[in-house]
C-alpha cells in the first residue's frame, strides 16, 4: 500500500487549505482511511477518519465543525477540507489506511491501533 498527500502550504489564520491522499495498491473502497497530524513537539494525534463506502465519518473534537473529510472511490482519493483554519493547526499532516480491507472500524482507526500505512505527511502551516 501507497499513499502520497499532497496540499500543505502556508495559509493565514481563518483560510482554508485542501489536502489530498492517493492510494496506490490496494482494494480502496474496502479500506477505512484518515488522516492525523503531528506538531513540533507533540505527538501524532487523530484528525478524522473515513468509512470504506464514505458513508460514515468521524471527527477529532478539535476539527469537529471546520475540517470536512471526503473521498472518491474511483478515484482512490482522500481529501481533507480545512476550514477557518487556527495557529494552532499547524502540523505535518499523513494519510493512513486501515490494516486490511474491511478490518477497520472508525474509533479503531482512530485510536490508531488498526493503522496498516501511513503516508509521507505533508505541512501545513497556519500564521497569525
Known amino acids: 500500500v501507497q499513499l502520497q498527500a499532497s496540499g500543505g502550504g502556508l495559509v493565514q489564520a481563518g483560510g482554508s487549505l485542501r489536502l489530498s491522499c492517493a492510494a496506490y495498491?490496494?482494494?480502496?473502497?474496502?479500506?477505512?482511511m484518515g488522516w492525523f497530524r503531528q506538531a513540533p513537539g507533540k505527538e501524532r494525534e487523530f484528525v478524522a477518519a473515513i468509512s470504506w463506502s464514505g458513508g460514515s465519518t468521524y471527527y477529532a473534537d478539535s476539527v469537529k465543525g471546520r475540517f470536512t473529510i471526503s473521498r472518491d472511490n474511483a478515484k482512490n482519493t482522500v481529501d481533507l477540507q480545512m476550514n477557518s483554519l487556527k495557529p494552532e493547526d499547524t502540523a505535518v499532516y499523513y494519510c493512513a489506511a486501515g490494516s486490511g480491507p474491511y478490518r477497520s472500524n472508525l474509533r479503531t482507526l482512530a485510536a490508531g491501533a488498526n493503522v496498516g500505512s501511513w503516508g509521507q505527511g505533508t505541512q501545513l502551516t497556519v500564521s497569525s
Open positions: 495498491e490496494l482494494t480502496f473502497n474496502s479500506y477505512t
